[in-house]
């Protein structure tokens, strides 16, 4: 039989962040919390209803599960651990953040029969998560993860293609990541080979964008990597004086009247972030209009309120430049 979940959902609760991709309320249906007794009645149904308890997980959805108010998780836990001990279901599934997951709270997870994590990694790549306001680094992803497999937890790492900054590449690299971090975890090997490599990583991704099998990840262009010929040793250049950066005039008008301080974010072509989110303040020179100076070598940009509001990413058309109502235009 195959493998089931009885889904209880807690919609954005103990969430810190408002993440561009999410409405756990619109998502789950449920807009109020969910209670200690909706918790038993659930579950008592689907006893009744004939589960098969070999093949059916308790699953928290819909939040951040260890991030929530420790006194409401335990309550919900302790309306679920007595269906686990008396061998109703297979065990409990909860979904939650990398940074929130340390030894503490993996103690009080294990204490209350918690048995698989689904951890919301999303992507590896820093502007990607800084983009998409996910709170949270590369680094908290493969820290957690760690740490939920050292104290026995079956664990599963959520991955999203598509959001805001990312690239088929960023993508490529963030399933490369996961099947990396799962083999130092023991846990790769996707198409049984005896080997991770590159080919593991593009069955992740086809999984995650919906293809059927292992097999159709021939169908993505793979190269061996090429051998790269000797080179000369290289010869130190002469030091140049250092030159002064220029300066880019951007204007944007707030044509939606978005409330708040208008800020503008900013990245080279080398994809490498130049100001933190959400950005610097842009300056208001009146009639909702708003101004600021840029590097010369910055290229791409978003105009955000810091608030959710906020363009898509945008290429940089030139000096001196206005955005309004969705296309550039020059500025006079």
């Known amino acids: ?21 999410c ?5 789950s249906g449920s807009v109020k919390e969910l209670t200690p007794q909706e918790v038993r009645e659930t579950l008592l149904k689907a006893v009744c209803d004939g589960v098969d308890p070999k093949n059916t997980e308790i699953a928290f959805f819909g939040g951040s599960f260890t991030a929530i ?43 209350y029969k918690v048995t698989s994590i689904e951890l919301g990694a999303q992507s590896t790549d820093p502007q990607v998560l800084l983009l998409n306001h996910r709170g ?13 497999k050292e104290k026995g937890f079956s664990l599963g790492l959520q991955m999203m293609t598509g959001l805001l ?32 490599d590159i080919k593991d990583a ?23 990597p090429a051998t790269e010929p000797p080179t000369a040793p290289p010869t ?9 950066v220029e300066e880019n005039i951007v ?31 842009m300056t208001s020179v009146g009639n909702g209009v708003y101004s600021i100076e840029l590097p010369k070598d910055a290229q791409y940009i978003i105009f955000t309120n810091g608030r959710g509001s906020q363009t898509g990413d945008l290429t940089l058309q030139g000096m001196n430049k206005i955005f309004n109502n969705g296309k550039w235009s020059n500025y006079q």
Not at 258 to 277: A, E
Request: aromatic share 8%; proline share 5%.
């Open 202 to 224: 593009i069955c992740v991704l086809r999984r995650v964008v919906g293809a059927s099998n292992c097999a159709s990840a021939g169908q993505v262009n793979y190269r061996e």
């Open 23 to 27: 409405n756990q309320k619109t998502i």
């Open 136 to 148: 949270h680094t590369r680094d908290d992803i493969i820290k957690a993860s760690r740490l939920i």
């Open 251 to 281: 204007t944007f008008t707030n044509s939606l009247n978005w409330g708040g301080t208008i800020y503008c974010y900013y990245w080279s072509d080398s994809n490498k972030s130049m100001t933190s989110w959400p950005g610097k303040a």
């Open 1 to 21: 039989m195959k493998h089931a979940n009885i889904s209880l959902f807690v919609p954005h609760q103990g969430c810190p962040h408002q993440c561009s991709f």
């Open 165 to 196: 900054g990312d690239t088929p590449e960023k993508s490529l690299k963030t399933a490369e990541d996961i099947i990396s971090l799962k083999e130092k975890l023991g846990l790769a090997d996707c198409d049984k080979n005896g080997k991770v």
């Open 69 to 111: 108010n420790r006194e409401y998780m335990i309550s919900l836990l302790e309306e679920a651990k007595p269906f686990i001990e008396n061998e109703n279901f297979c065990g409990i599934r909860i979904s939650t953040r990398p940074d929130a997951i340390d030894d503490e709270i993996l103690s009080i997870l294990k204490e």
């Open 236 to 244: 130190e250049a002469p030091t140049q004086p250092p030159t002064k």
